[in-house]
Each structure stands twice: as C-alpha cells, then as structure tokens.
C-alpha cells in the first residue's frame, strides 16, 4: 500500500511538471522580439553585408529566432522579450557599425568579432550599461576610443586585432571596475604606457602585444593581486624590470618578450607561487638566470633566448620538477654544458645554440630520457663522434640541430650501431665535417628534414636516401659528393602524394631564410611549413637529370645549380605542378628548354645560366618574368638578340630589363637552413601547455 501510495504521488509530480513546461513553453512561444528592439536591429544591419540567412524582417517580426540573437523575457507588460546578446562571429560581414546599437539596452553580450567591419566604433556601443562582454576583434576599426565610458556591467573586453590610434584606454576602468578580462593585442595603441589599470581590481587576464607601447611598466599595475595572464611582448618598452613584479602573487603567465628591457632580472619569483610561464625573450637583460627562477617548483615554461645573460648556466633541476621546455639560445653563457639538466624529469625541448659553451655533450645526457628537442648550435662543441653516441641514449629525440661546431675537420661516424629510431629533424649544417653518407641514417625512418650542407662529405649519396616515406626536406648541398643523383629521390613519396604535416606542435624555427621582393630577409618558422625541398647544388654530381622527378608533384624548390649535369632538361618536369624555384644553373646541360615548363604556373625563380643550351626562351607561363641573368652563359635566342635574326619580328619579345642586373637567382633562398637555427625565438609548444 505504501508503495502503491508512492507510485501515484510521484505520478501526480510528473504530471504537473509537464503541464508547468508546456505552459511556459506556450508562453515563451507567444512573446515575440521588443520593436524597439527590432528597429534597431533593422538599422544594424543595413549598414553591413552579406546579411544573415535567417534575418528576414518581411516574414517575421520575431528576432528572437534570428541566427546570432538570444532574448529574455523582463516580464514586459506588452507581452515581448529584449536581445540580450548578439552573436555574430567569422561571417564575413563588411560595412560600419550603426548607432543604432546603442539602443538595444538590455544587451549583455555583444561579439562581431572575426568579420571585415570598418569605420569607427559606434560612441553609443561604449554607454550600453548593461553590457558584460563586448568583443570586436579582428576587424579593420579605426579611431579612437570615446573619453567617456559608461560600461558598468562589462566583465569582458576583446578590441585586438584593429587598427585603432591614440594611447591605450586605460580610462575603461575608471567606470567598468568588474572588468575580469581586457584583450588589446596588435590594436594600434601607442605611446607610453599609461597608469590607471589598477582601478581594474578584479583584472585577471591582461593583453596588450603587438602595439606600439613606449616606456616603462607603470607601477601601479603590480597591485593587480588576481592577475593571472600579463601578455605585453612585441611592444617598444624600455628600462629595468622593477622587483614590484613579485606583488604579482597570482600570476601564471608572464610574457614580456621582444621589447628593450635591460639590466639584470629581479630576483622576485619566490614569491610568487603559481608561476608556470615565463617569456622575456629578444630584450637586452643582462646577469644570470636569477636564482629564485632557478628554483622554481612551479615553473613549467622558461623561455629567456636572445637576450645579453652570461656567467656558468646553473638551474637546480632536482626541484625545478615540471619544468617541459626551456629556450636559453643566443645569450652569452659560458663554461660547459649543465650536467644536471636530465634530472628536470619533464624536460623535452631545450634550446641552447649560439652561446659560449665549450667541450662535449655531458655523459649524463644518456639519462635525458624526456628530452625530445634539442638545439646545441653554435655552441663551440667538440667531437661529433661522442655527442651522437651519447645522444643516440635520448630515446624520445625527435629534433637534433647541431649545426655550426667541429671545426676542426672531424669526421662524421659511420658506426652502424648508431640508431635515432624517432628522429624526424636532423641538421649538422655547416661544420666542415668529412667522411661520407653516415650508413646509420638508414634506420632512422622516421625522418622529416635532413640537412647536412657547408660540410665536406665525400663519395656517392647512397641509393637509400629516397627511401625515407616522410622525407620532405633534403639539403646535401655544399658538399663534395661525386655520381649521379640517386634515382630514388625521384620516388620520395611525401613529395609525390603525401601533404606535409606534422604529428607535434610546430616548432617555432627561424630555420630557414629566403628573400623579399624588397630585399628583406623572411623566414619560415615551423619546420613542417618550410617548402619541401630537393637541395643537391654545388656538389660533383654528373650524369643526367631523371625524367621521374616529374613524379614529385609537391615539391616547391628544386636546386641542382653547380655540379657537372648533362644531358637534357626532361620536358617531364612540367609534372611538378607545385614548383617555385627551379635552379639549373652552371650545370653542362644541353638541348632546349622545353615549351612544357610553361606549365609550371606557380615558378617565381627560374635559372638555367652557364650550360650550353639553344633554341628559343618560352614566351608563356612565368618565363617573361624572368630576368635575363636567368639564360645567359647559353645560345638561347631572346636572350642573346643576334640569335633571333631569322625570327619574324612578331616572333620576338622584349625581355624584362628591370631585373637585367639581378643575379641569376637569390640564393639565400634556401640556403641557410643550418645558420638560422641559432636564432630560437617563441616556443610555439607553450601553446600546448597553456592556453586561456
């Protein structure tokens, strides 16, 4: 009975909850969109195109169900909800914002960020009272923000990725005191950085890169004690970093990279607890790492490169537990390798090129089991023979850069015990090194990129080299090597069919220079973004060009500029419908140049100079881009004219004479893989480890 009894009342309670639900549902269904509201609505969007799909003011006049608008109902006597939020992300909407926003007073939430708006910001868009998160980023604005501000309510404010003027807006917090996080990066502020955020008492994410902020830090920001997120870097800030940054006792995130800071680093970091992420790379802090950063228990990222820090290079890793990556590159730091560093039990990447350290890799790196990036280049270290073997012990390395060190004509060992099985990146470039195509890198199968260029490696490349399944990236030039190109190249199949990517966080490498239109060097900083490349030039290779390398459909640069080639250029080569650089020059090839290279629509560098080649130039395609340093040395009509004599005039094209002086291709295209690697600048896999 008492369980019959229980039966029927929590029927009765189901009953009346659907009955509750369908009631409410009846009454939502019949409030419709506020007209106020749906005027302003309508007038916000006739300033912007493409319109969204849904937003249809002739079939209904309830914008509650339009795509991007959220309403609520306040209990309206005429019986109709208010937007409170208005949501309109990555729609490709251009146009200006309208005034008419200003009268949407209920609104909470108001993001368009990811779109190509222009114009100024609407002043009424800066006095919604209502107003929690206000989120434009990654738009074209332009203007200045209002002197008067009258957000209350706002906890979020997104404005990055404009084009804004004037200095930075710390006024927003003399009224928007809830404010929990402000985003300004890349924006267009200017000027010195004024005082005035610690009125944001609240404040735990602040981000300000990328804009062009002079002089110090201002004192009062250290008083923010929720702060958890200070992104600052890529401004143009000067002066000592005051030890008021130990006030800062909330702090996980701290980047300060790519401004001028100077003097020594204080010696603050003790106190502050929650620290994992420190960047301050590319400013000019001189002294040591300090020790209470040395010691740190919570710090998870290090980053420190380019900077003028020197002495020994000591970090107590038996207590620095969860420390993962650690960039240290381009400073002056002396003595020897830290012994103790496998004893920071999470360590995978370390960046230590281009300091002042000497001898060998310490025996103790056959322990650094974690390790799975390791730069050493430009490092004065001695015997190549000792680090492989006691690298060879890292189980988890995937990325080796040892480039620049063995100066002293050392031999690369050819010991078949060696073994990386894991290794994807392997660069010992330019370190005078002899001996021939180590047999060891046989079994390393994994491989991504090779480079072994500037050195003065002997004998034939081994037929094995093409049979790397991932291989995108070769670099043997600057070598000595002697026979023909291995046919196996011809059938490296991520240049075939495969798209190169990654199985890791890329790594943020300068790693390889090319040049502007302007002169201007770029880089490519994520190995997997690096052109695949084919780089065989200023060897002894002879024979012919393969008519298979028409096979390798992904390949951007291919440069066998420089050996002894004969033979003809294979009309097949039209079939590396990727190409951007085709170097051929100062080869012994003949024939002509096929008419079917016109079909390589993406060629920007071209150079067949100093062959013996004849015929005529192709007159479609890229060909009347290039300049005539790109035929000469050869018996080519059009670019030498008394060749054409028997030609019709209709026949002849004028070459392009404002390159006529350029040399034959910009050879820095490509060649400095090994040398940019000294210069390791933000580490992208912090990105893996935080993100906000």
């Not at 073994?419 to 370190?431: E, G, M, Q, S």
Request: charge should be negative.
């Amino acid at each position: 009975m008492g369980l019959l009894h229980h039966y029927w009342s929590v029927m009765i309670i189901l009953v009346v909850l659907v009955e509750l639900c369908f009631y409410s549902s009846s009454s939502s269904h019949s409030l419709t969109c506020h007209p106020r509201d749906l005027e302003a609505l309508r007038d916000f969007i006739n300033e912007l195109d493409p319109k969204p799909d849904s937003w249809d003011f002739n079939s209904t006049e309830d914008c509650c169900e339009w795509e991007g608008i959220t309403c609520f109902s306040l209990n309206d006597p005429d019986n109709t909800m208010r937007v409170t939020k208005l949501k309109l992300v990555s729609k490709s909407m251009s146009g200006k914002l309208s005034e008419s926003l200003g009268r949407l007073h209920h609104l909470r939430v108001l993001n368009l960020s990811r779109n190509f708006i222009l114009g100024s910001i609407p002043s009424s868009v800066f006095n919604l009272i209502n107003l929690e998160a206000l989120d434009l980023s990654s738009n074209g604005f332009t203007g200045l923000i209002p002197e008067i501000l009258n957000l209350p309510s706002l906890k979020s404010l997104s404005l990055s990725s404009n084009k804004l003027n004037g200095s930075l807006p710390v006024h927003i917090c003399h009224n928007s005191t809830e404010l929990k996080l402000i985003r300004l990066e890349s924006s267009g502020f200017s000027g010195e950085f004024p005082s005035g955020f610690e009125k944001c008492s609240l404040l735990e994410h602040l981000l300000l890169s990328g804009n062009d902020l002079t002089g110090n830090i201002p004192e009062d920001l250290f008083h923010l004690q929720r702060l958890s997120l200070f992104e600052i870097q890529e401004n143009g800030l000067s002066g000592s970093l005051t030890p008021a940054l130990g006030n800062l006792s909330s702090i996980v995130h701290l980047d300060i990279s790519s401004n001028r800071f100077s003097g020594e680093i204080p010696d603050v970091f003790n106190k502050l607890p929650k620290l994992e992420y420190v960047m301050a790379k590319s400013n000019w802090f001189t002294g040591g790492v300090p020790k209470s950063l040395a010691n740190s228990k919570t710090l998870r990222l290090l980053n420190l490169g380019n900077n003028s820090l020197s002495g020994p290079l000591y970090l107590n890793c038996s207590v620095m537990t969860n420390l993962a990556s650690l960039d240290l590159g381009s400073n002056r730091f002396n003595s020897s390798l830290p012994e103790d560093l496998p004893s920071c039990r999470q360590l995978s990447y370390v960046g230590l090129g281009r300091n002042h350290f000497d001898g060998k890799v310490p025996e103790s790196f056959k322990d650094f089991h974690s390790l799975s990036y390791l730069s050493l280049s430009n490092c004065s270290l001695v015997n190549v023979s000792s680090t492989l073997h006691i690298l060879q012990h890292c189980k988890n390395l995937t990325t080796l850069v040892l480039t620049l060190n063995f100066f002293h004509g050392e031999m690369l060992p050819d010991d078949p015990s060696l073994h990386f099985t894991k290794l994807k990146v392997l660069v010992v470039a330019n370190c005078g090194l002899t001996g021939s195509m180590p047999r060891w890198l046989s079994k390393s199968t994994k491989l991504e990129l090779l480079d072994l260029s500037w050195n003065s490696l002997t004998g034939a490349m081994p037929n094995w080299i093409g049979g790397f399944t991932n291989l995108f990236y070769l670099d043997l030039s600057r070598n000595l090597f002697t026979g023909e190109i291995p046919k196996s190249l011809t059938r490296l199949q991520s240049l075939i069919s495969q798209d190169v990517s990654a199985d890791e966080p890329p790594l943020d490498l300068p790693i390889f220079l090319r040049r502007s239109k302007d002169g201007r060097s770029l880089q490519y900083k994520h190995f997997f973004r690096l052109p695949p490349t084919l780089e065989l030039s200023q060897n002894n290779l002879s024979g012919s060009i393969w008519e298979e390398f028409g096979n390798l459909k992904n390949l951007h640069v291919f440069k066998l500029n420089a050996n002894r080639l004969s033979g003809q250029i294979p009309s097949s080569l039209s079939g590396m419908t990727s190409l951007e650089v085709l170097d051929l020059s100062n080869n012994h090839i003949s024939g002509s140049i096929p008419a079917s290279l016109q079909k390589l629509t993406f060629m920007s560098k071209f150079s067949v100079a100093n062959n013996s080649l004849s015929g005529r130039i192709p007159s479609g395609g890229q060909f009347p881009t290039f300049p005539n340093s790109s035929y000469e040395g050869n018996n080519i009509c059009g670019y030498d004219w008394s060749l054409c004599q028997a030609d019709s005039p209709d026949q002849k094209r004028p070459r392009n004479s404002e390159s006529d002086s350029d040399t034959a291709l910009d050879f820095s295209y490509g060649a400095a893989l090994g040398f940019g690697l000294s210069f390791v600048v933000v580490i992208v896999f912090s990105q893996k480890l935080f993100r906000f």
